[in-house]
């Protein structure tokens, strides 16, 4: 995607949790649904929006808090706040004051489905999408969908755009667009419309940009891997079509969504996990191993990611909620969670570093395709910098509980020697296994005399020498941003092909 205010995007994109993004995309989108309606450019006045604002969130705060507090789970303030302003943007703010009893219906489903329909403590369906889906087929009150209109659509669409740039779920959001216009504008060409009046219609004035981009990338609500996700993708865009009916009864795009969320769990299931703190490992200067009793079997592959939820006070810009990838491999007992921690640390990372054997912690959403291939023939190249060398740990500790050998090359970036970690298993591959480790120092004013590894930049020719059969290899790469996307130009520039480069990404990096 290009760069579209680059330093501003970047900036606070990569500071900011997925979550925070969402919930700042919503509020400006109300903030600028007010200003549109004072100046009556909406179909409704700013005293309604504002009056059933406040009456939607106060229903949704309070059911939460019943519904949290009668379960003894964990209550997560920016969930509610989203599901709030999702329902606020959608249901009209006009309607008679009798009409309340709706708002009150709508907020109440929304938070009590976050409880009760849950399978492994996991919320199967959207729950606002749920909540107006139920209201729409019981009491004959449907969602308008208002926020669907021509003068919302600019600030829809760019806050849209870096939503989906911070989320990177580019398979879901290009499956579900290409599924449903479709399907869309060819019903609009059979009715005899032209392609042009068909497009914009659709793009704006219906509610197909804010669904594409607020509800339907829900990661709770989504498939692990990228196969899945546009299979689900496609299914949810045909439904979307606002022809398609089951016994009469037209697909909404709420109850498209619902019947998408559950088709998504079926190919798709998900859990949640309630972990305890067994111990901490320092491994390596700031890099420490937060070991994890589960409180019941989880099945994953090495390298991939899940995302931690940690309740405590004052939370930051970057919120309650984090994505960290397993340090751990399938084979062990425990959970582990590699984080590095630098100087004036995250409320999150407090919090995480201030937890004691037996503390809680939640766990869920285990994603990615940042995995070896199942062809054990394939050759592997990793490049990780600093705490991102976490999946390789997992992998590499795999191959050595299974006894797998395969070639593979783990070139390891670092500032200096003290920050290494796991080092003692990459070192165990290499004696076992004969995987090797190029360790790399980067900061030649803290490089001692007697080190005998690489030093400097990861350098084209530093590559070459290492790994001289490059063409042959599928590499991985994990780190910082930066360093990422600086080392996929180089391997292209080196001629490794698109497909063989694996980046390690998952949303809210923060």
């Not at 407090?350 to 070896?372: C, Q, R």
Request: a positive charge; hydrophobic letters at 45%.
């Amino acid at each position: 995607m290009p760069n579209i205010l680059p330093k501003f995007s970047d900036d606070f994109l990569n500071k900011t949790t997925m979550y925070r993004v969402v919930l700042y995309y919503l509020m400006t989108l109300w903030a600028a649904a007010l200003i549109l309606a004072i100046f009556s450019l909406l179909p409704f006045n700013a005293k309604d929006l504002v009056l059933s604002s406040i009456f939607i969130l106060a229903i949704c705060w309070a059911v939460n808090a019943i519904f949290a507090y009668t379960f003894k789970a964990p209550s997560n303030p920016e969930s509610v706040l989203i599901t709030a302003f999702i329902l606020i943007l959608i249901i009209d703010p006009s309607l008679p004051f009798n009409n309340l009893v709706f708002f009150a219906w709508a907020g109440g489903l929304a938070m009590a489905s976050k409880y009760i329909l849950a399978i492994n403590k996991k919320h199967v369906l959207n729950p606002a999408a749920f909540a107006v889906a139920l209201t729409a087929l019981t009491i004959n009150q449907p969602a308008s969908w208002w926020v669907g209109t021509l003068y919302m659509a600019p600030f829809v669409l760019v806050g849209g755009l870096l939503l989906v740039k911070k989320i990177r779920r580019y398979d879901l959001i290009i499956s579900f667009l290409i599924s449903s216009l479709v399907f869309i504008l060819g019903y609009y060409l059979y009715r005899g419309q032209s392609l042009f009046s068909a497009f914009s219609r659709t793009i704006t004035d219906t509610p197909l940009l804010f669904f594409t981009f607020v509800m339907f990338t829900e990661p709770m609500t989504t498939p692990a891997t990228r196969k899945l996700r546009m299979i689900y993708g496609a299914v949810t865009g045909f439904l979307y079509a606002p022809f398609i009916n089951i016994g009469g009864v037209f697909f909404t795009p709420e109850i498209s969504l619902a019947v998408g969320n559950i088709f998504s769990y079926i190919i798709s299931p998900r859990k949640k996990l309630i972990l305890k703190l067994d111990g901490k490992i320092n491994e390596a200067v700031g890099v420490y191993d937060f070991a994890f009793i589960s409180n019941t079997g989880m099945n994953f592959k090495p390298g991939q990611y899940m995302e931690w939820t940690l309740a405590h006070k004052k939370a930051d810009n970057r919120g309650i909620r984090r994505f960290f990838t397993l340090a751990s491999s399938p084979t062990e007992d425990i959970i582990r969670l590699g984080v590095k921690f630098y100087d004036s640390p995250s409320t999150f990372k407090s919090a995480l570093s201030n937890l004691e054997s037996g503390d809680e912690i939640v766990a869920s959403e285990l994603s990615g395709d940042f995995i070896m291939p199942s062809d054990k023939n394939k050759k592997l190249a990793f490049i990780a910098g600093g705490i991102g060398v976490t999946p390789f740990r997992s992998m590499i500790k795999y191959l050595l509980d299974k006894g797998e050998a395969r070639s593979a090359v783990l070139l390891y970036l670092n500032q200096s020697e003290s920050e290494i970690a796991y080092k003692e298993i990459f070192d165990e591959a290499k004696e076992k296994l004969e995987i090797k480790t190029v360790y790399i120092l980067t900061d030649e004013s803290r490089i001692s005399p007697n080190w005998t590894g690489r030093r400097g930049r990861l350098s084209e020719s530093m590559i070459k020498e290492e790994v001289s059969d490059y063409l042959e290899r599928t590499f991985y790469l994990s780190g910082p941003h930066g360093m990422v996307n600086a080392y996929v130009q180089t391997l292209q520039k080196m001629g490794v092909r698109k497909g063989n480069i694996k980046t390690d990404y998952f949303p809210g990096l923060a």
